[in-house]
């Protein structure tokens, strides 16, 4: 069973009754806006957007919210920016930093837009809002009457839970200075039921500088802001959410998770949503992670692959397992063939998990009529794109023995696109590929054995009527036989005199893209 089908399955049983009385599920996500979003949210923003959907495509009404956290504090400054301009804003609330770039409200909008961006992209947008906005409307409020009300259970909770202790005098919120804008340098030293009392100092948090203000304020209506495990559990009823996971790290014994739960059966007094854990997206490669220190971003990401590919790959992968992708290496060619396969499965008919995800894979609106047509493969077409001498879509009607729809010609045109995207920023040198115009210098260091295979291989293919890849590869095959050559000693020498490597494209199709008297020549060209 698709793992989505099993998480929605578990939603529609615990909330049956409101269902039947056709009342809305509410799904929710947040991500704090502190800089270019990692592409581990992904999963996060696939696990939320993938149950909103199966509810839907089950016909149940379904809201789904995502939030910009604009009102988190700056707790770090990311690494791309300057660490000079942006210290004098640490601990104040994103949203009244400036955006590092113009035309952008505030420091949350600018990162929390590009990220929606994204979301819209690859079919996983929902109804935006923003942090700030839901404490300023007051529907924060009744939690955070609640909280303050009820410190002392909240510090029972959390040594209960989470083995941690909070000192007695320690008020769960933190209310923005009146003077200097900071929320993680103030302190709460009492609650007398309508307001607090505060003070603004360096001693709160050691990365936020305070002012020395003492005050005293309404928590309420977007003065304060509760520490985050009481955030999510005060969002919990706020949105009133029936379903919310999280990142893997929250939900381990005694996390946020169990924390945010039992502060909203206890405190709250409401019951906290459904929810599973999302486990980590591993990105490796050092062009992915270094490239102008911007880590690996939920954006790269979706520069680097197609809509359709690129939720393949966050859907196929049960929710609670690791996915791990290195673009330098062969993911994306081996993620494209998968495509491929479950592709030709679901047009043929099968009705199972693989065709289930290919479904998926695609945005609700297109799931009525995906287009059959011909997928060749992405590594096939990331060696036409470096031949320049190739007409690709003369290739692909060759590969598929018919003339070309205009479907096909559009999946051409987009793996062609990704294929040069792929080889220009990340792909690994072996995938890089340059048929040589002139017999190429490594040629020299041939052993003799070698080139003689090479020109018997001259010949063979000179006699050939049939210059196709098939064809080829059995008569290569012959003639290694035939030298006593192994597979590695033999095709090395022929990729070495045509590309000046070691390395190449499956050897018979890839002789069959050139000319059969420029292959005949060239193999000749040793002896
Ligand atoms: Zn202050």
Redesign the pocket.
């Given at each position: 069973m698709f793992w989505a089908e099993k998480v929605t399955d578990d939603v529609v049983r615990k909330y049956s009754d409101k269902i039947e009385k056709g009342e809305s599920l509410v799904v929710r996500d947040e991500k704090t806006a502190s800089g270019h979003v990692h592409v581990g949210s992904l999963r996060s923003a696939a696990l939320h957007a993938i149950v909103a959907d199966v509810l839907r495509m089950r016909g149940i009404k379904t809201d789904f919210f995502f939030e910009i956290n604009d009102f988190d504090p700056m707790d770090g400054i990311p690494k791309y920016l300057d660490e000079k301009e942006y210290e004098k804003y640490m601990g104040m609330p994103l949203n009244m930093i400036p955006s590092p770039v113009e035309g952008f409200d505030n420091f949350a909008e600018y990162y929390g837009q590009e990220y929606v961006e994204v979301l819209e992209k690859i079919g996983f947008g929902a109804e935006v809002y923003r942090a700030s906005e839901l404490y300023k409307s007051g529907k924060m409020n009744g939690s955070i009457r609640k909280v303050l009300d009820n410190r002392d259970v909240i510090r029972r909770i959390y040594m209960e839970v989470s083995k941690s202790e909070k000192a007695e005098d320690w008020y769960p919120i933190n209310v923005v200075?009146?003077?200097?804008?900071?929320l993680s340098?103030?302190k709460v030293t009492d609650w007398d039921g309508e307001t607090v009392a505060y003070t603004?100092s360096s001693n709160v948090q050691e990365w936020a500088e305070?002012?020395?203000?003492e005050g005293r304020i309404s928590p309420f209506d977007g003065n304060g802001k509760l520490p985050w495990k009481l955030d999510w559990a005060a969002k919990f009823v706020a949105m009133d959410v029936d379903f919310e996971g999280g990142g893997k790290d929250h939900y381990s014994k005694g996390g946020a998770r169990q924390v945010a739960e039992a502060i909203t059966r206890e405190v709250l007094e409401h019951e906290p949503p459904c929810g599973v854990f999302n486990e980590f997206f591993l990105v490796g490669g050092k062009k992915m992670s270094s490239s102008k220190g911007n880590a690996a971003t939920a954006k790269a990401m979706a520069e680097l692959l197609p809509v359709h590919v690129l939720r393949l790959l966050l859907l196929k992968t049960p929710i609670n397992r690791q996915i791990s992708f290195d673009p330098e290496g062969d993911a994306i060619p081996v993620l494209f063939d998968t495509f491929d396969r479950l592709a030709e499965k679901y047009w043929s008919g099968v009705e199972d998990d693989d065709t289930q995800v290919f479904l998926y894979s695609h945005l609700p609106s297109e799931r009525e009529n995906i287009p059959k047509r011909f997928l060749p493969r992405f590594s096939q077409i990331a060696f036409f794109v470096q031949m320049p001498h190739m007409d690709i879509e003369e290739e692909v009607r060759e590969m598929k023995g018919e003339d070309l729809t205009s479907e096909d010609k559009e999946e051409i045109a987009l793996r062609a696109k990704y294929a040069r995207m792929w080889l220009d920023n990340y792909a690994d040198e072996k995938f890089i590929f340059e048929l040589q115009k002139e017999l190429p210098k490594e040629t020299a260091d041939l052993p003799e054995e070698q080139k003689k295979a090479l020109s018997l291989l001259a010949d063979a293919v000179e006699g050939m009527d049939v210059f196709d890849g098939q064809t080829l590869h059995e008569k290569i095959h012959e003639v290694k036989e035939a030298t006593g050559l192994s597979p590695k000693e033999f095709f090395s020498a022929i990729y070495v005199v045509f590309l000046g490597k070691e390395s190449g494209p499956k050897v018979g199709w890839f002789l069959s893209t050139l000319e059969k008297e420029f292959v005949t020549e060239r193999l000749r060209l040793l002896t």
């Amino acid at each position: 069973m698709f793992w989505a089908e099993k998480v929605t399955d578990d939603v529609v049983r615990k909330y049956s009754d409101k269902i039947e009385k056709g009342e809305s599920l509410v799904v929710r996500d947040e991500k704090t806006a502190s800089g270019h979003v990692h592409v581990g949210s992904l999963r996060s923003a696939a696990l939320h957007a993938i149950v909103a959907d199966v509810l839907r495509m089950r016909g149940i009404k379904t809201d789904f919210f995502f939030e910009i956290n604009d009102f988190d504090p700056m707790d770090g400054i990311p690494k791309y920016l300057d660490e000079k301009e942006y210290e004098k804003y640490m601990g104040m609330p994103l949203n009244m930093i400036p955006s590092p770039v113009e035309g952008f409200d505030n420091f949350a909008e600018y990162y929390g837009q590009e990220y929606v961006e994204v979301l819209e992209k690859i079919g996983f947008g929902a109804e935006v809002y923003r942090a700030s906005e839901l404490y300023k409307s007051g529907k924060m409020n009744g939690s955070i009457r609640k909280v303050l009300d009820n410190r002392d259970v909240i510090r029972r909770i959390y040594m209960e839970v989470s083995k941690s202790e909070k000192a007695e005098d320690w008020y769960p919120i933190n209310v923005v200075c009146e003077k200097c804008g900071k929320l993680s340098s103030t302190k709460v030293t009492d609650w007398d039921g309508e307001t607090v009392a505060y003070t603004c100092s360096s001693n709160v948090q050691e990365w936020a500088e305070g002012c020395g203000h003492e005050g005293r304020i309404s928590p309420f209506d977007g003065n304060g802001k509760l520490p985050w495990k009481l955030d999510w559990a005060a969002k919990f009823v706020a949105m009133d959410v029936d379903f919310e996971g999280g990142g893997k790290d929250h939900y381990s014994k005694g996390g946020a998770r169990q924390v945010a739960e039992a502060i909203t059966r206890e405190v709250l007094e409401h019951e906290p949503p459904c929810g599973v854990f999302n486990e980590f997206f591993l990105v490796g490669g050092k062009k992915m992670s270094s490239s102008k220190g911007n880590a690996a971003t939920a954006k790269a990401m979706a520069e680097l692959l197609p809509v359709h590919v690129l939720r393949l790959l966050l859907l196929k992968t049960p929710i609670n397992r690791q996915i791990s992708f290195d673009p330098e290496g062969d993911a994306i060619p081996v993620l494209f063939d998968t495509f491929d396969r479950l592709a030709e499965k679901y047009w043929s008919g099968v009705e199972d998990d693989d065709t289930q995800v290919f479904l998926y894979s695609h945005l609700p609106s297109e799931r009525e009529n995906i287009p059959k047509r011909f997928l060749p493969r992405f590594s096939q077409i990331a060696f036409f794109v470096q031949m320049p001498h190739m007409d690709i879509e003369e290739e692909v009607r060759e590969m598929k023995g018919e003339d070309l729809t205009s479907e096909d010609k559009e999946e051409i045109a987009l793996r062609a696109k990704y294929a040069r995207m792929w080889l220009d920023n990340y792909a690994d040198e072996k995938f890089i590929f340059e048929l040589q115009k002139e017999l190429p210098k490594e040629t020299a260091d041939l052993p003799e054995e070698q080139k003689k295979a090479l020109s018997l291989l001259a010949d063979a293919v000179e006699g050939m009527d049939v210059f196709d890849g098939q064809t080829l590869h059995e008569k290569i095959h012959e003639v290694k036989e035939a030298t006593g050559l192994s597979p590695k000693e033999f095709f090395s020498a022929i990729y070495v005199v045509f590309l000046g490597k070691e390395s190449g494209p499956k050897v018979g199709w890839f002789l069959s893209t050139l000319e059969k008297e420029f292959v005949t020549e060239r193999l000749r060209l040793l002896t």
